[in-house]
Antibody
Framework: DVQLVESGGGLIQPGGSLRLSCAAS????????MSWVRQSPGKGLEWVSL???????YYADSVKGRFTISRDNSKNTLYLQMNSLRADDTAVYYCAAHYYTSGIYYNYFDYWGQGTPVTVSS | EIVLTQSPATLSLSPGERATLSCRAS??????LAWYQQKPGQAPRLLIYDASNRATGIPARFSGSGSGTDFTLTISSLEPEDFAVYYCQQRRDWPLTFGGGAKVEIK
């Protein structure tokens, strides 16, 4: 069974940094398309960042230059390094594996973790 | 960015009734649109991809239609477990965007 387990969230002051982790089991992170998606009461669901199996990355404009997505193949883990955090980054952060069927990956989100909450506040 | 507008915001129905949810895109997304279901305390679940294809394991009572800017998610006969919030999402252009959500509640 595919399982994604996020960790690393918490309370952080504005301007601070956090690194989120997403440990995967039941599939190989490096062979899949993976994303971070966040959800806050005020903004609903928001895609944050994506990494393709080949290593190409994409970011939402709201986090570009501040967040970095990466993976550790030996640990089968996805990461999101978040710097210069702001109050509007407050959300539950989910990692998600993209939908794959009939040999094609889609930029839709199939397997999700349980989410890790991030609160940016002084 | 492509803005997705969902309507109605809330739909009050009884089990066994038909639910019809709408998602309108600010510009054409072709058929590159998905629907998700989210229950309280849970992550979203992919229901429909590319407008009309059911994802793996999704019951046949869920169907999607549309292309261009107007899309519909239909639940043919509501089961008790279908009362939830539904989101649409497009993959036509960057950034990937979601609609604001539509709640199907028990009448």
């Amino acid at each position: 069974d595919v399982q994604l387990v996020e960790s690393g969230g918490g309370l952080i002051q504005p301007g601070g940094s956090l690194r989120l982790s997403c440990a995967a089991s039941g599939f190989t992170v490096s062979s899949n398309y993976m994303s971070w998606v966040r959800q806050s009461p005020g903004k609903g669901l928001e895609w944050v960042s994506l990494i393709y199996s080949g290593g190409t990355t994409y970011y939402a404009d709201s986090v570009k230059g501040r967040f970095t997505i990466s993976r550790d193949n030996s640990k089968n883990t996805l990461y999101l390094q978040m710097n210069s955090l702001r109050a509007d980054d407050t959300a539950v952060y989910y990692c998600a594996a993209h939908y794959y069927t009939s040999g094609i990956y889609y930029n839709y989100f199939d397997y999700w973790g349980q989410g890790t909450p991030v609160t940016v506040s002084s | 960015e492509i803005v997705l507008t969902q309507s109605p915001a809330t739909l009050s129905l009884s089990p066994g009734e038909r639910a019809t949810l709408s998602c309108r895109a600010s510009q054409s997304v072709s058929t590159y649109l998905a629907w998700y279901q989210q229950k309280p305390g849970q992550a979203p679940r992919l229901l429909i991809y590319d407008a009309s294809n059911r994802a793996t394991g999704i019951p046949a009572r869920f169907s999607g239609s549309g292309s261009g800017t107007d899309f519909t998610l239909t639940i043919s006969s509501l089961e008790p477990e279908d009362f939830a919030v539904y989101y649409c999402q497009q993959r036509r252009d960057w950034p990937l965007t979601f609609g604001g959500g539509a709640k199907v509640e028990i009448k």
